[in-house]
């Protein structure tokens, strides 16, 4: 395998992380309105994430500095060309991050209530533009000659984008949902379980139909047994949420998102941004690589440090492992 | 070269706007860095005491500045993901031409900083009371060593653009290419600045340790942990302040190798001077331009031995080096904006000085547990706490603007990196985005962090004492 077959696999490897990683805390923060009835209700839904959102958020930081180092032509047309809406999806990501951090240092509830709204909307507006961003990078956006982009905000705006959008909207919701079932107990546990049977169908609908579309789009073997794959675990999830395997369903959702965005890396190699202008203009993992002797010393880098990131990551999650109930949330702020 | 001419906006192109964002994005995310390079290393210092003596007021310590580097850190974290973004979003065609080089170290910070930093002071936060006591203290540590790590990653991809190493130029692919990554990460401009990095961030530290135990000894409260954080914080103050000025002379002597216009720029140097000439101007009234001057206290020889360490040593002017310039690079003006880099050379300077005046009065005036002082003593220790912060603030103005016009020290200029299909509106709009958010931000984290200091520091051992079934720490 060549060293940019080789990183467009780690790029899509870390997109993947952070996807499924950051895709249950930004369903937490979307579920706050729905499952959260008062105050220690929602405190219960914010600590299941609390000591690992931000580890997660980390994995984009890493993912976008990968991608810089390995394609940097890719990053610098796709970051300069998706302006606007990386601009939102900071705004966003701001919002929700010191809205985590902040909720409990004030007493008032409109203090609160500020911040759980802005952890809502700093939740379901990334959720919404990742697949909006997505989509468009697989469906090719309008590059020249020089892989500048030459669209607006509005050009992402598609029906293919918007449905990726959606797609990602709806799946993370229904991920969070699973992991809120998960890392619970008590009414809230049940609560997030029957609002989890009512988003599945949506969002079995909506990823069904963008997957497809992406199929019938991209057509391939390894993009087929992707998306079979991705919507059979995704129907199981829901079984096994119906039959109370918590976590059996919360590992067939982690799977749906790894073979889902599996399948737009399929559907997107050998690009890495196509161009709707003229298929010359692409840029593709050729001449967008960076030189060999940089790819060469990234890999050393990846290839040992992945396999520790992962290692004591896992420590993290298995020293957070218990669920949480309002039992142990302490009264007052901290 | 590019296809899509610059779309203005009232006068306003996607360069100026583009740099006065980066510039503003950029002080801000660096007015919380150094606290959390600072206070990490000094809060996993009070722990180890904690640790090692078992003494409560150490802890007391610990957990009122801990709580303190967290609120900072958030903003770290939050404003830190818009620096690295807008390499892409605002500089894509810097970003081209570097990104085989000055993107290793970037991912190289990721891969073995930031998940490390992220993940074990996730540990650190939520592990009191769930891991033992060792291994709770080696997660403080190791979040030290990632913040750290990080901070060199970044300074070594700062340093390429100052000074240029380990890269060959791909004339097809208009692009720096890496050829020595072991170059880049040892770049001489790396390791003396690092250095410089750290030991002003705990010097800045330090003095908010006086600021805050200040203002509960002037309300004569907390009085055994306080006074022990007082003399604490003093000695950091000035032990980082000591370091800062030799490893700020190890820096200014990489600068003169390297960067000979920036050192000339700092001194307003037009004509190229050796030894008593050589002087290094203290404060000069009228303009720094040479030509003007009405009035100045010089030093002689000073400025010869800052830049060479002998007394006779000859320093290049800016006429001469700009000559050099247009002679290497073609037609153009080589110097940065030399009133900016003049004055921000010595105010950088005198601030920290400033700073490290205050804590050598604080050491004499509190020494033996003295504690009663007089209001205005308390007063001037909480008010100069931000001293080291604006050293370090104008130091970096320094640094940055001392490198215009280039974005990449003699490869490429700034006006060559921005992007080309960015239109001034979007810019504009991101400027004001960002502007909104983070003015909310601060005025957020100043009640925050007021709110902390004033709860003092008794209120979070209560945390330990709970019902065996509450989280420790909780959202």
């Known amino acids: 395998m060549a060293l940019n077959q080789l990183w467009f696999l780690i790029v899509g490897f870390l997109f993947i992380g952070y996807f499924v990683l950051d895709g249950f805390d930004f369903g937490v923060g979307m579920a706050l309105p729905f499952l959260g009835k008062d105050d220690t209700d929602r405190r219960v839904l914010i600590n299941t994430i609390g000591p690992v959102w931000d580890l997660n958020e980390t994995w984009v930081v890493v993912a976008g500095a990968s991608l810089f180092a390995s394609f940097p032509e890719w990053y610098a047309s796709l970051f300069s060309g998706f302006y606007l809406a990386l601009l939102l999806l900071l705004a966003a990501l701001i919002a929700r991050g010191v809205a985590f951090e902040y909720r409990g240092k004030g007493d008032s509830p409109r203090w609160r209530a500020t911040f759980d709204w802005m952890i809502v909307i700093g939740s379901a507006l990334p959720a919404l533009l990742w697949g909006v961003a997505f989509a468009n990078i697989v469906a090719g956006v309008p590059l020249n000659a020089q892989h500048i982009y030459t669209g607006t905000l509005f050009t992402l705006l598609n029906p293919y984008g918007l449905l990726g959008g959606l797609m990602t909207l709806s799946v993370f919701f229904l991920h969070g949902l699973f992991f809120i079932v998960l890392k619970t107990e008590g009414e809230i546990k049940d609560r997030a379980r029957q609002l989890a049977k009512k988003v599945g169908y949506v969002a079995t609908v909506i990823a069904a139909s963008f997957l497809l579309w992406t199929l019938f789009a991209h057509l391939s073997l390894l993009g087929a047994v992707l998306t079979i794959v991705a919507a059979l675990a995704l129907v199981a999830a829901q079984a096994a949420n119906f039959a109370k395997k918590d976590g059996v369903a919360f590992t067939l959702m982690v799977v749906t998102i790894i073979t889902a965005v599996g399948a737009l890396f399929a559907a997107l190699y050998p690009n890495v941004l196509p161009s709707t202008t003229n298929p010359a203009y692409s840029l593709t993992i050729e001449n967008a690589s960076s030189s060999h002797y940089t790819l060469t010393v990234m890999t050393w880098v990846a290839v040992i440090m992945l396999p520790f990131v992962l290692a004591y990551q896992t420590w993290t999650y298995w020293v957070f492992r218990k669920r949480v109930s309002r039992k142990n949330i302490p009264a007052g702020s901290h | ?475």
Do not use: C
């Not at chain 2, 306003?12 to 919380?32: A, C, E, I, K, N």
């Open chain 2, 1 to 475: 070269m590019h296809m899509l001419a610059a779309q203005n906006l009232w006068g306003l192109d996607p360069l100026t706007l583009s740099r006065w964002q980066f510039g503003l994005t950029t002080v801000y995310h660096f007015l919380f860095v150094p606290l959390t390079i600072g206070m990490v290393f000094l809060v996993a210092i009070m722990q180890t005491a904690w640790v090692r003596t078992n003494n409560e007021k150490w802890l007391k310590l610990t957990k009122l500045f801990g709580k303190l580097f967290l609120i900072n850190f958030a903003m770290g974290l939050v404003t830190g993901l818009v620096q690295e973004f807008q390499f892409g979003m605002n500089w894509s065609d810097y970003s081209r031409f570097v990104g085989d080089v000055f993107g290793a170290p970037l991912a190289m910070e990721g891969l073995l900083a930031f998940f490390f930093e992220a993940t074990f002071i996730g540990l650190w936060i939520f592990g009191w009371g769930r891991l033992s006591k060792k291994v709770h203290l080696a997660t403080i540590w190791i979040t030290n060593l990632g913040v750290w790590l990080s901070a060199y990653f970044i300074l070594a991809a700062n340093a390429f653009m100052q000074h240029p190493v380990g890269f060959q130029l791909n004339e097809v692919k208009h692009r720096a290419e890496l050829t020595d990554i072991g170059a880049v990460l040892t770049n001489i401009v790396a390791l003396n600045q690092f250095p410089h990095t750290v030991t002003a961030s705990i010097m800045y530290s330090g003095a908010v340790i006086v600021a805050v135990a200040a203002y509960h000894l002037k309300r004569k409260q907390y009085l055994d942990s306080m006074y022990t954080g007082l003399r604490y914080g003093l000695w950091a103050t000035l032990i980082g302040g000591i370091g800062t000025v030799l490893s700020g002379d190890g820096l200014g002597l990489a600068m003169v190798q390297t960067q000979p216009m920036k050192m000339a720029a700092a001194e307003a140097l037009y004509k190229t001077s050796s030894g008593y000439d050589a002087s290094f101007s203290l404060f000069s009234w009228g303009t720094p331009d040479g030509h003007s001057e009405i009035f100045s206290v010089r030093i002689p020889y000073l400025l010869s031995f800052l830049s060479t360490h002998t007394l006779n040593g000859t320093v290049e002017g800016l006429n001469d080096l700009n000559a050099q310039y247009q002679h290497l690079y073609g037609a153009g003006d080589y110097m940065p904006i030399i009133w900016l880099t003049y004055w921000s050379f010595r105010w950088m300077i005198g601030l920290g000085v400033l700073a490290m005046l205050v804590a050598l009065v604080g050491l004499v005036l509190t020494r033996k547990g003295r504690v009663q002082l007089p209001n205005w003593a308390w007063n001037t220790a909480i008010w100069a706490s931000p001293l080291g912060l604006l050293a370090i603030s104008i130091g970096w103005m320094f640094t940055e603007m001392g490198r215009q016009p280039w974005i990449v020290f003699s490869l490429m200029k700034t006006s060559a990196g921005v992007s080309p299909g960015i239109t001034a509106l979007d810019v504009l709009l991101s400027i004001v985005v960002f502007t909104l958010i983070y003015g909310i931000l601060a005025v957020v984290e100043f009640k925050i962090l007021r709110k902390a200091i004033d709860a003092g520091p008794d209120v979070l051992l209560e945390d330990q004492r709970d019902d065996a079934d509450q989280l420790t720490v909780a959202y």
